[in-house]
């Protein structure tokens, strides 16, 4: 519990903490259901991706699309080789975000993929009012969702054969 508390504490921190710490709890954006998001393997369109963005508060995502669009489009298989509900808590929008920022990935994108996994381990404790389910999927996407891997759903998985910037070009 008190390491789980520091992790969220540093990772506030790092994302540029906005009054987190209220009393002695955590207070954690969570996936607000105000949009209906398109459905498991849909294919989303750039206008459409614009307003998802802009519902979660995605703006830094959507101005890094925006520059330089993946040249594949995006489909969510949401909760990749894993649970898309659990005990009747649908966490499909953890994993469409998760997939969302894993599409427009670069190539050495560390940081910034830690970042997303962190934030997928987060919405699924908000989604769920625990921690036990979110932090297995965190390790699992640490694992899995390497770029290493070239799986169809690595970092980056929407730019796999794009000529573009990586992180030494910005």
């Not at 987190?20 to 459409?48: H, N, Y």
């Not at 389910?133 to 699992?140: I, K, L, N």
Request: net charge negative; charged share 25%; glycine share 10%.
């Amino acid at each position: 519990m008190r390491r789980t508390f520091f992790f969220l504490v540093v990772i506030s921190l790092f994302l540029g903490s906005r009054s987190w710490l209220v009393g002695a709890q955590v207070q954690v954006p969570t996936p607000r259901p105000s949009i209906t998001l398109p459905a498991l393997g849909e294919e989303v369109p750039l206008p459409r991706i614009k307003e998802i963005c802009e519902s979660y508060g995605l703006h830094d995502l959507w101005r890094k699309i925006e520059r330089d669009p993946p040249i594949h489009p995006f489909k969510s298989d949401g909760c990749t080789g894993w649970f898309d509900d659990w005990r009747g808590v649908s966490l499909y929008p953890a994993g469409f975000l998760h997939d969302l920022k894993y599409w427009a990935g670069y190539q050495g994108e560390e940081v910034e993929r830690l970042v997303a996994d962190a934030e997928l381990m987060i919405d699924v404790a908000r989604l769920l009012g625990s921690t036990p389910m979110a932090e297995t999927m965190f390790h699992g996407v640490r694992l899995g969702g390497s770029e290493k891997l070239n799986a169809s759903f690595s970092w980056g998985f929407g730019r796999v054969g794009q000529k573009s910037e990586t992180v030494s070009d910005k």
